[in-house]
Nanobody, 126 residues
Framework: QVQLVESGGGLVQPGDSLRLSCAAS????????MAWFRQGPGKEREFVAG????????YYGDSVKGRFTISRDNAKNTVYLQMNSLEPEDTAVYHC???????????????????WGQGTQVTVSS
């Protein structure tokens, strides 16, 4: 079993930055693609960012490109999401997820992920 635990969320003002962390335990497998998704109040789950097992390939949702950066430290079994220039529209619960052993290669497809964390709340408000 794999456990994913997110941390780093909080209440910030527009324009501020936050860094989220996702710590994996159990048998996470450093070769697995990981991703961040979010779900805002009254909204559908949205793909935020994904990163390949090596960290050499990253993908971002259109709404966060240029503002968010995903990275990973495989020695620590941790994935990060650096969020800059936060906007009220970024308010959501942020979840990290690990891709299935055999997946389609589509980072933004939530069905390709079989392990999910409980999430961390990010609230952007003045």
């Amino acid at each position: 079993q794999v456990q994913l635990v997110e941390s780093g969320g909080g209440l910030v003002q527009p324009g501020d930055s936050l860094r989220l962390s996702c710590a994996a335990s159990g048998r996470p497998g450093s070769s697995y693609t990981m991703a961040w998704f979010r779900q805002g109040p009254g909204k559908e789950r949205e793909f935020v960012a994904g990163i390949s097992g090596s960290g050499g390939t990253t993908y971002y949702g259109d709404s966060v490109k240029g503002r968010f950066t995903i990275s990973r430290d495989n020695a620590k079994n941790t994935v990060y999401l650096q969020m800059n220039s936060l906007e009220p529209e970024d308010t959501a619960v942020y979840h990290c997820a690990r891709v299935r052993a055999y997946w389609s290669g589509t980072y933004s497809d939530a069905l390709q992920y079989d392990y999910w964390g409980q999430g961390t709340q990010v609230t952007v408000s003045s």
